[in-house]
């Protein structure tokens, strides 16, 4: 859905994007992470047409941003770090005027906000002046007027700052949903273990640099390949055999209690071996897929690219 070759970005004095090429997959949701100042803002700023690169090319669903913004803007929703809202208006006036800027026809504009008010469980605050609303209405406010024109690709600078954390477990909510409808989300944030509750990607970013691009393990359904978690709660020497025997399965790590390995196969794959646990007589006290901690993952590859941090 967004492919980016060799961009290179300056602002006076200060390269900010140094040779960015990267890849995000259609219907993924990437979380875009970097420390202070890696160049995440302007790397959303130059895909959102908002910035003008020093060389290198941007595509979205095929087409070029620098050449084509006007056309880009109109599949694209954008949501700034630091966005404004008209405080005087209403929220469905809030929602209408975006609607209207974002060149949606007057006949649609009322279905549109009935819509997305009704996304952003905003239904009931539709007459409330948006300056009234608390932090966490604003935010879902703002991301309606980024989302009004039904947009493939959604851009979210920052979006769950300031939030508690009940707003920020509904924003998870709502960006799983938006990924269900097909929308690809590109997210960043500093706060990397609400971003592992619905990202499928990790981009990470670091003095202008992409040190890293990939799929997160466990993060899609109809993945071939899961790494399963498994606890005895009676210690069997039969365990490691038993495991390394079956086909599909590849150890990590095991000992007579507990397993780590990787299962090929869907989830039919995954309870029929859980069922054959049980009935060659092994104690099972858990038997989990275990989906990759993105902050763990990211301090590791920050860990083993030190170069890269003083560069
Ligand atoms: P943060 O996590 O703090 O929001 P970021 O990863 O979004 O940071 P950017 O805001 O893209 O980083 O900034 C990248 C680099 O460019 C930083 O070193 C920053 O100081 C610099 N920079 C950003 N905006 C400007 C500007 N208008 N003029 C000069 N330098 C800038």
Redesign the pocket.
């Known amino acids: 859905m967004i492919e980016i070759s060799n961009l290179t970005f300056d602002?006076?004095?200060?390269r900010?994007l140094d040779d960015v090429s990267l890849k995000v997959q259609s219907g993924s949701v990437t979380a875009l992470v970097?420390?202070?100042?890696?160049?995440?803002?302007?790397?959303m700023?130059c895909i959102a047409g908002l910035e003008s690169p020093l060389s290198g090319t941007i595509h979205v669903a095929g087409m070029d941003v620098i050449e084509k913004p006007r056309e880009v803007h109109r599949i694209m929703g954008y949501l700034s770090?630091f966005f404004g809202l008209y405080q005087e208006l209403t929220v469905a006036q809030c929602l209408e005027y975006a609607a209207a800027s974002q060149g949606l026809p007057s006949n649609a504009i009322h279905d549109a906000i009935i819509l997305t008010a009704r996304q952003l469980d905003l239904s009931d605050r539709l007459q409330q002046i948006s300056g009234s609303l608390s932090r966490g209405l604003r935010q879902r406010l703002a991301i309606g007027q980024a989302i009004i024109h039904g947009p493939k690709v959604l851009l979210l600078?920052?979006p769950a700052s300031g939030l508690d954390p009940e707003a920020r477990a509904s924003l998870a909510m709502l960006f799983r949903q938006l990924q269900t409808s097909g929308m690809t989300l590109l997210v960043?944030s500093?706060i990397l273990a609400e971003l592992d509750e619905y990202s499928t990607h990790m981009l990470s970013?670091r003095n202008?640099r992409v040190l890293e691009n990939r799929a997160i393990s466990g993060s899609q359904p109809a993945i071939a390949q899961r790494r399963i978690r498994l606890k005895l709660s009676l210690a069997d020497a039969r365990l490691v055999d038993w495991i390394a025997n079956k086909p599909g399965a590849t150890i990590i790590k095991a000992d007579a209690e507990n397993a780590e390995f990787d299962l090929q196969g869907d989830l039919s794959v995954q309870s029929l071996l859980l069922r054959e646990l049980v009935i060659a007589g092994f104690q099972v006290a858990s038997f989990a897929e275990h989906k990759e901690n993105l902050q763990q993952s990211y301090l590791q590859s920050v860990a083993a690219n030190p170069i890269a941090s003083h560069s």
């Open positions: 602002y006076p004095g200060h900010a970097g420390p202070n100042g890696a160049g995440k803002t302007t790397l700023r770090d600078d920052e960043s500093h970013l202008g």
